[in-house]
């Protein structure tokens, strides 16, 4: 259930909810959520008055939350190096990297939806081409073994990062 407290005069939602735990307990989510459990028995003003007494830590974890989110939106990863993206309108949509960053062309760079297609794009096309080079370079091994060629599909995962079906 969504509740909200003041706290050091700034209001802030969380999500409440009360579970077979033993304690009163607080999370802070990667997207800046504030999630509270406590036990079913445990009145509000218990809950209340343990969120009062962490109230300093909370307002801190959320606004450097919301910081790393903001600097998430302007990042892209690309083989475990983080890249500062930097969007421009164009008539056709690119990707190009200079040095530490990567240019996105769009015609629409306010256009999230769009930013995410042509970055999903971009992604796709550089997992083939990387993937394809390793097997180009590792297939002859198994080309005398009988292995036929293998065939590549990439999709966009939110849990598994992969999966071999020999």
Partial sequence: MQKSIVLRGQRVA?????????????????EGGL??????????????AFLLAKQDWILEQLRLAAERQ???????????????????????????REGDALILTLKDPSD??????????????????RVTALCRQYYPAFERRGVPWPTLSFRRMRSRWGSCRP
């Fill in 35 to 48: 999630f509270v459990s406590a036990p079913r028995l445990t009145p509000y003003a218990v809950v209340e």
């Fill in 14 to 30: 969380f999500s409440f909810e009360r579970k077979r735990v033993r304690r009163v307990s607080l999370r802070i989510r990667a």
């Fill in 112 to 129: 999230g939806e769009e930013k995410r297609r042509a970055l999903e794009a971009w992604q796709k096309q550089i997992c083939t081409e």
């Fill in 70 to 96: 903001a600097e998430d939106e302007n990042a892209v990863y690309l083989w475990g190096e983080r890249l500062r993206l930097e969007l421009r309108e164009g008539k056709r949509h690119s990707v190009a």
